[in-house]
């Protein structure tokens, strides 16, 4: 995936470990993620394949918005519904890095 930023920068989305991109999850889900986690744990049987199908079950949810941050201005890109993208900017127009703080 390639955004065009309005800033003219190309944020690049094609690997997986970037920087400048994340996951968000609303208040409301948070708390149904932490459900589902522990029924997949609750599920998982003895057998490797039983534990990869509770896993499986797990990443099907699609709990999380995915966003991307611009590394020249630092406007954040949100997946909306429907797959367009939403868009914030911060005030003071810097790439912040706050996908990439530890």
Known sequence: MKIKCTCNHLII???DYLKHKGYLISDTQWFDFWD?????IE???ASPKEKEAAAMRLRKKDIF???WECTNCGKLYVDG???EL???SPDNHHYNQ????K
């Open 36 to 40: 589902a986690i522990d029924e997949a």
């Open 43 to 45: 599920q998982s049987g």
């Open 13 to 15: 989305d094609q690997t």
């Open 98 to 101: 706050i996908l990439n703080q």
């Open 81 to 83: 519904k429907n797959g």
């Open 86 to 88: 939403i868009s914030y």
């Open 65 to 67: 918005k995915v966003l």
